[in-house]
């Protein structure tokens, strides 16, 4: 297991004299993602990635150990992390709620996370490999993230003291993918806000009628 993880680092690592270029790497990210949404996995190779990119296959073979990987962190790069960066903000308590669900609402409600999200759970009875990576690498971390934030809003007594935040996020992250890719109805970002606020207040949060956006609606009458 140590040599296959040595491997690895080593394949993303520069050689000696020959510094990362950030334009190439972020080149190869955003292509990866381009090819990926628009042909699937199956049509996502190092090939056409790095035509797409401009780069030579060597130069993303010296980066990624493989096709998986690569678009594992290209759908992590252009996913972004500006809710991670709000759960870590040491704001109060409802504020830090109300940011979250701004900021969310504006990246899930984008057609571009919609193709990618689909994309995705597209791929996993043919190569969960893809999910695995995605979930090692970028999700389990991002979760532990939201995991501890949950634990402080129950020690600041926004919610139950039995609540289960591993569950909680199955719940949000469930209902966002049901409403974004089998739900009919609107996906806009002022929807998917309504939506997460009323998630919130489902799951117990006080304050529901500031959370659920009630009282700037009835000031704005």
Same mark, same amino acid.
């Given at each position: 297991?140590?040599?296959?993880?040595?491997?690895? !680092?080593?394949?993303?690592?520069?050689?000696?004299?020959?510094?990362?270029?950030?334009?190439?790497? !972020?080149?190869?990210?955003? &292509?990866?993602?381009?090819?990926?949404?628009?042909?699937? =996995?199956?049509? &996502?190779?190092?090939?056409?990635?790095?035509?797409? &990119?401009?780069v030579a296959r060597t130069t993303v073979y010296r980066r990624w150990d493989s096709k998986e990987s690569l678009i594992a962190e290209a759908i992590a790069q252009g996913r972004g992390g500006a809710d991670e960066t709000v759960l870590r903000n040491p704001i109060s308590p409802h504020g830090r709620v109300t940011e979250v669900v701004n900021v969310l609402a504006k990246m899930v409600?984008?057609? $571009?996370?919609?193709?990618?999200? &689909?994309? =995705?759970?597209g791929s996993i009875p043919d190569c969960p490999q893809l999910m695995a990576a995605y979930w090692h690498a970028y999700l389990a971390p991002r979760r532990r993230v939201e995991a501890n934030a949950l634990e402080r809003a129950r020690a600041e007594g926004l919610l139950r003291e039995d609540a289960d935040a591993e569950l909680l996020l199955d719940v949000i992250g469930g209902s966002v993918m049901y409403r974004l890719l089998i739900h009919p109805g609107d996906s806009s970002e002022k929807d998917i806000r309504s939506y997460l606020r009323r998630i919130m207040r489902q799951?117990? =949060? $006080? !304050?529901a009628k500031v959370l659920a956006g009630e009282s700037s609606e009835r000031g704005s009458n």
């Open positions: 297991m140590r040599k296959t993880t040595q491997k690895r !680092n080593s394949r993303r690592q520069a050689g000696p004299g020959r510094p990362r270029s950030v334009a190439a790497d !972020n080149a190869i990210l955003r &292509a990866a993602l381009d090819v990926f949404v628009e042909r699937g =996995l199956d049509g &996502a190779g190092i090939e056409q990635v790095a035509k797409r &990119a401009g409600s984008s057609a $571009e996370y919609r193709r990618i999200v &689909a994309r =995705l759970i799951l117990g =949060l $006080e !304050n």
